[in-house]
């Protein structure tokens, strides 16, 4: 299953509106307001777990047993707002106020934007989801 986590008031092209916004309102998806404070506790305890046993020398039950312990005080676990706004049934409500990017057939590198190969959305997306795909085989 593909998830995609985007903030609303980064402009949307057409190929990813098209590529990833229908598909997400189609299926009852809603966006979730991303907030630094919600976001980095949990890339901290994340990088922790993947560097578990080579930096850190824990266990998966000593990384579960702090986030059962200490979840509180740092905003992990069932304590993290965007975690539970995440998990939570949907509202079924999208914004309307999505901004659309300006369509132009010319990028100013003159390759065309809407071409899904040089758009630079496109392309970050597949960078982020080759590093979220090597990094769970590691």
Do not use: C
Not at 66 to 84: C, M, S, T
Not at 90 to 117: L, R, W
């Amino acid at each position: 299953m593909n998830d995609y986590v985007r903030s609303k008031t980064k402009p949307i092209n057409s190929h990813f509106r098209k590529k990833y916004l229908d598909p997400l309102i189609s299926k009852g998806g809603e966006f979730v307001e991303l907030k630094e404070e919600e976001i980095k506790p949990l890339l901290a305890i994340r990088s922790i777990y993947q560097k578990r046993e080579s930096d850190y020398k824990v266990t998966e039950e000593q990384i579960s047993k702090f986030i059962q312990e200490k979840g509180a005080d740092h905003a992990l676990g069932v304590y993290n707002k965007l975690l539970l706004d995440i998990l939570s049934d949907p509202s079924y409500q999208m914004p309307q106020n999505i901004a659309d990017e300006p369509e132009s057939s010319v990028g100013s590198d003159n390759n065309p934007i809407n071409d899904p190969v040089n758009d630079p959305d496109v392309t970050e997306a597949n960078d982020l989801k080759e590093l979220w795909t090597e990094s769970d085989n590691s």
